[in-house]
């Protein structure tokens, strides 16, 4: 959609702005010259308010969070209220709405954005764009219940609050807040998304059949934390992975994701020590035996650390940081625990 095209959307709406948010903010009501409401998203509430009219404080359909900061016009309202991902589909809801005409076609050398196929590498692009950043959020609260503090290096970590779940074909698609991992490749291009949703309660994952999904092209790549260089760890889950990055924050880490993909990962040109961080079950054997047998070939020095558990989130939860920390330094070469562990204070 051409900003031309989005502005005047935009003012068209703000003409019709009570009968906007009638429509995609039914949980609010009108307050004198404002309609009120919990969010964007249309939760009850009162900390947002859109504006009915043009003022000299502003115009028709500019909305505030005054919870969050949030702001933005009519177009983001239905974005966000429809759970729409496509600026196209936004645009093609509010002409619906303003019984609009469908648009003419566009010259075929002009760019138009076309959806992205369901579960490709775009729609993950498009997913992680549309998320915001993880501290504050219920990511942040649900890392602190999982015993993880540090969140330095977690760029690729990104909050959704309302992320699309549908159990199966035959189901209603449901919403849930999502923490959203970018996978990237050697190149740092995101090649895929990782969804964990998450239940607002329990600070935990959300109370359904499949809470984690994965979407676009994931073999070969991982979800990246800190720049990677001659060291490297590398281990199957997030959590997994930033539990012993706990200890040994400045080393760069990667999560694979599973234990078939960590098997699978590739090598920057730069490696030369890789730290396999296993799972303690047979998968997690499998993936450690393909990943030395791999960094062998390749003339790099496989070093394996093993939980004392099932994983070292688990390690983390039940029996603590600095029994975790005594664990990292006794497998970790000790030139590399000079290098890269965080110490007690």
């Known amino acids: 959609m ?8 935009a003012h068209r709406l703000g003409r019709q702005a009570e009968a906007v948010c009638r429509h995609y903010l ?3 009501r009108r307050e004198g010259g404002y309609w009120l409401v919990g969010d964007v998203r249309n939760a009850p509430g009162r900390s947002m308010y859109v504006r009915l009219k043009d003022t000299p404080k502003g115009l028709a359909g500019k909305w505030t969070d005054a919870a969050t900061g949030e702001h933005g016009d009519l177009l983001d309202v239905i974005r966000e209220s429809c759970g729409l991902v496509d600026f196209q589909d936004v645009a093609d809801e509010a002409r619906t709405f303003l019984s609009m005409p469908p648009p003419e076609p566009e010259p075929r050398e002009q760019h138009r954005q076309t959806p992205a196929p369901h579960g490709s ?3 993950a692009r498009r997913l992680v764009r549309m998320s915001q950043p993880i501290h504050g959020t219920l990511v942040h609260a649900y890392l602190r219940e999982r015993g993880i503090t540090d969140l330095r290096g977690t760029r690729s970590l990104h909050y959704h609050p309302r992320c699309y ?3 199966d074909e035959h189901s209603p698609t449901e919403t849930w807040p999502a923490m959203i991992a970018a996978v990237t490749d050697l190149d740092g291009k995101i090649t895929g998304a990782h969804r964990t949703w998450l239940d607002p309660r329990r600070r935990d994952k959300a109370p359904i059949d499949t809470p984690r999904r994965a979407m676009g092209d994931l073999l070969g790549n991982a979800v990246r934390f800190g720049i990677g260089g001659e060291v490297m760890a590398a281990g199957e889950g997030i959590e997994t992975v930033l539990s012993l990055r706990q200890v040994l924050p400045d080393m760069p880490m990667l999560a694979a994701l599973s234990a078939a993909h960590l ?5 920057p040109d730069t490696l ?7 799972d303690n079950d047979p ?3 499998g993936a450690r035996d393909s990943l030395i047998e791999r960094a062998n070939a390749a003339g790099i020095e496989a070093i394996v650390i093993s939980p004392e558990l099932g994983d070292f989130n688990e390690d983390l939860c039940t029996l603590g940081l600095d029994a975790l920390r005594t664990e990292a330094r006794l497998q970790v070469a000790p030139r590399d625990v000079a290098r890269f562990m965080a110490f007690a204070a």
């Open 2 to 9: 051409a900003r031309q095209d989005a502005s005047d959307l």
């Open 26 to 28: 039914s949980s609010g």
């Open 121 to 123: 590498p775009e729609a």
């Open 165 to 167: 779940y549908r159990p």
């Open 263 to 267: 098997a699978a990962i590739l090598f």
């Open 272 to 278: 030369r020590r890789l730290y396999i961080v296993r």
């Open 283 to 285: 998968a997690g054997d």
